[in-house]
């Protein structure tokens, strides 16, 4: 056989591991020229990414609550809007004015007062309102729109059978002092 070959060829001893080990962990702990800096820089990361996914989710979950107690809020004062009895118009009006922005109290005033209030008197109308189904369509810190699909029993002149009518309504809703408030009601 060729030298060069059996030189390649042959198995040497293996050499003490153990010893070559402990070197390495005392270089590591007495060597001050290893930088430890970038272990340190992907905790430092890793704990900024932790606390802004925190931040991200909670801020998430905060507008989601938001938008579904504005979606309750707005359901249930949609439901008493639409629901009247004639006798009671002017007082169940005085209520209302609570549970609106001051943009659509201006308008909504008056159509009741002036032009639905008298109609429904003369009709001698009964409504029930009921939301049968409701979702967020879109929602900010203050403003919330709602899609609002409502049943309206109407009672007309003494009828006992009521006649019923689906409805389906664009309500939008703003944050005001701390209380959802209708700012506006479009049928759809």
């Not at 007495?30 to 272990?39: C, D, E, G």
């Not at 002017?90 to 008056?110: A, N, Q, V």
Request: net charge negative; glycine share 4%; no cysteine.
């Amino acid at each position: 056989m060729n030298t060069k070959i059996e030189e390649r060829l042959t198995v040497r001893p293996a050499k003490d591991r153990s010893a070559a080990k402990d070197r390495s962990t005392d270089d590591a702990e007495t060597n001050p020229q290893r930088p430890r800096w970038p272990l340190l820089a992907v905790a430092a990361v890793l704990v900024i990414a932790a606390a802004a996914m925190y931040v991200v989710n909670h801020r998430h979950d905060s507008l989601a609550d938001s938008a579904d107690d504005a979606r309750t809020t707005g359901v249930a004062h949609v439901e008493e809007l639409l629901s009247y009895d004639y006798r009671d118009i002017e007082h169940e009006l005085e209520i209302e004015r609570d549970w609106l922005t001051k943009g659509f109290m201006e308008s909504y005033t008056p159509l009741i007062s002036d032009t639905f209030g008298p109609e429904a008197e003369k009709a001698k109308l009964i409504t029930e309102a009921n939301a049968v189904a409701s979702g967020v369509e879109s929602s900010s810190r203050d403003h919330v729109e709602l899609l609002v699909f409502v049943n309206v029993a109407v009672q007309q002149g003494g009828s006992k059978t009521p006649q019923i009518t689906g409805s389906r309504l664009h309500v939008d809703l703003d944050e005001v002092d701390g209380d959802w408030l209708i700012s506006a009601i479009d049928p759809i």
